[in-house]
């Protein structure tokens, strides 16, 4: 069945909208520009050769996400796995306790812009992309596309459980490498 | 219904979950409610706050290449004529 011009144009203009920010997941997801570029490029074919299996008024976001994760997979040849990470769940606070034994303290100075300010975003990005494979898709979600938990448990095919555990880790583990790099920055 | 006040172990546990807004309505008043009046929970989690919003603007300075930008329109304008 042909499409009228007004149910298509919206879903190319959607498409459009999202193509930044899924680059930037691309890039979290490969950790490598050239990578990055082939499955944003694949994932967009992917998605206006299958345009018809988008529902109209549901979530494009998820939808094109979910066509790009799947992509990626393929080509990482992934294969779930639980990673053992020296992590534990619960919020360590690990940067907020540096930042108080090293004197900056948050009631006379900014200490989290303080600290982020040493580092450009190449090194935060080197920093996210050190995480293991798991931990560091669904924390590029979390941060760069803002989906809620459940809606990162559906695109990754996880339990929402695993999505915190993973979310949370990450950012313990980020937390230290972020510490170590602003050690080693002069 | 009236539950027990979250103590500081409590509320940093959750810490995370409340940045994201993945706790019930019930747990961020009780949160809440704990960062009002514990000033070193209130400190830690601004800490967080200001973390995590400065690391998600450093990951958003990546800008997808011109060249794959204009290949890609190019790609959605075809199938739109």
Excluded at chain 1, 13 to 19: K, Q
Excluded at chain 2, 1 to 7: C, E, H, I, K, V
Excluded at chain 2, 22 to 35: N, Y
């Amino acid at each position: 069945m042909a499409e009228s011009v007004s149910t298509i144009r919206p879903f190319e203009s959607e498409l459009a909208m999202v193509l930044d920010t899924a680059y930037r997941v691309a890039l979290r997801y490969t950790r490598n520009p050239d990578d990055a570029a082939d499955l944003l490029q694949e994932a967009t074919l992917r998605a206006l050769k299958s345009k018809d299996t988008f529902v109209p008024g549901s979530n494009f976001r998820a939808w094109f996400l979910t066509i790009m994760t799947r992509l990626w997979w393929r080509m990482a040849k992934k294969i779930h796995t639980e990673v053992d990470v020296d992590a534990g769940e619960e919020p360590e606070v690990y940067l907020y306790q540096q930042c108080r034994a090293a004197g900056l303290h948050p009631e006379t100075i900014d200490p989290a812009r303080t600290i982020l300010a040493k580092l450009d975003a190449d090194q935060v990005s080197a920093a996210i992309d050190d995480l293991p494979e798991d931990y560091r898709a669904a924390l590029a979600l979390n941060l760069l596309e803002n989906l809620s938990y459940q809606e990162i448990a559906e695109l990754l095919e996880c339990p929402i459980g695993t999505v915190r555990s993973r979310i949370h880790r990450g950012r313990n583990i980020l937390q230290r490498r972020l510490w170590a790099m602003v050690q080693e920055t002069p | 219904m009236s539950l027990t006040a979250y103590d500081c172990a409590e509320t940093i546990r959750r810490l995370n979950d409340y940045l994201d807004r993945e706790l019930s309505p019930e747990e961020v008043e009780m949160v809440e409610a704990h960062l009002a009046t514990c000033e070193h929970c209130a400190a830690e989690y601004g800490f967080e706050q200001v973390l995590l919003g400065e690391i998600k603007a450093k990951m958003a300075q990546a800008t997808m290449p011109e060249e794959l930008r204009a290949r890609l329109q190019a790609f959605i304008a075809k199938a739109r004529d």
